[in-house]
């Protein structure tokens, strides 16, 4: 006969709970929020993959479906929020390319609104990663209510690979407002 021995309290006190996709988030709150974002981008023509990271990340940790006022409070809780954004689209890698770097800094900066609005309202600092083609991480915006948000292009050449890339195409539209 096996005996499976039960885990210790603390282990599973630190466990997050079950029935969210790690993907989309790092707890159940941003996984929901990375998911809803990523679909909205897609609705509007716009193939990104969206995860979403928050600090502490024990705010999101509510339940597997947790009520309104639990997703409202831990998103309130969040001090920190990273938002990282992925594409192989050609024609969304060009499109954001062809704002050029005030276009695609205002792209970010709308995409952290949307989260923001969302309800992350006691944010103390945020960051957008861009990635292009699975090798280019492109580039950062990073924000702060006291600094606003700086954009870096970090390397600018798509992991070297421009052959994958369509002719042109214009620019995304900004974002809705929240």
Known sequence: MQVTPAPSASAVATLPPFGYNHRYGNNPV????????????????????????????AAGLTADHPAAAAMVTARTAARQATMIIATEIASTIR??????????????????DQLRGMGYTGLQSARVEVYLTERDHHAELTWT??????????????????????????????????
């Open 30 to 57: 941003a996984a929901a929020d990375g998911f809803r974002l990523e679909r909205q981008l897609i609705a509007r023509g716009e193939y990104w993959e969206v995860a979403i990271s928050t600090e502490p990340a």
């Open 145 to 178: 209510p006291a600094a606003g948000t700086t954009y870096t292009v970090l390397d600018n050449d798509l992991g070297g690979d421009l052959s994958r890339l369509p002719g042109g195409t214009t620019p995304f539209p900004g974002p809705p407002a929240p």
């Open 95 to 112: 499109a954001l390319l062809a704002g050029g770097h005030d276009g695609q800094q205002a792209y970010c900066a709308g995409l952290l």
